[in-house]
């Protein structure tokens, strides 16, 4: 029986919070940072330098700087990232990792194998989850133009959009 539009929407609407809600307490039972932050972080260090500016940052993970610079100012404040002003632009400000935000991210990583395996492999074949992820890559290449501008937009920044977080 064919679902209606309504229906897939739930379907993946309640498939997201389930992983999500699961994903968060395997993130907490390890002691390790919350997905949100270990997404910042991980971006942070594939760069040169280890820093990124907010603007950039928030452009990369397709959330507006408002909602970045929350999750950055929790890096702040356990010690992951610090802020710098540009020394050529003060508008300009860089999220830099430190040390502690390096073993936090080692730290995320080994929890990460262990979340991934629950969540993921325990419930799906090679070839599901291969598939499942080539549709996902998909849907968000034909989204991601429109999401861009809108993020970029005033209307964008202004929009009551909830951060990528997970509960804790």
Request: charged fraction near 30%; avoid cysteine; proline fraction near 4%.
């Amino acid at each position: 029986m064919p679902f209606s539009p309504e229906e897939h929407l739930d379907i993946f609407l309640r498939a997201h919070r389930t992983i999500a809600v699961r994903w968060a307490q395997i993130f907490a039972e390890g002691g390790a940072v919350p997905a949100s932050e270990a997404r910042v972080l991980t971006i942070i260090l594939r760069t040169e330098n280890h820093r990124l500016r907010i603007d950039e940052l928030a452009q990369e993970l397709g959330m507006t700087k408002g909602a970045v610079s929350r999750i950055v100012d929790r890096l702040v404040k356990n010690g992951y990232v610090e802020r710098q002003t540009s020394k050529a632009d003060r508008r300009f400000v860089y999220a830099s990792m430190t040390p502690e935000g390096r073993e936090a991210l080692r730290h995320v990583s080994r929890v990460f194998r262990s979340a991934f395996n629950e969540v993921f492999l325990a419930g799906l074949s090679e070839d599901e989850l291969v598939l499942m992820t080539s549709l996902l890559v998909k849907l968000d290449r034909a989204n991601d133009s429109a999401k861009r501008a809108f993020l970029a937009s005033d209307e964008g920044e202004e929009a009551d959009i909830p951060p990528l977080t997970f509960p804790d």
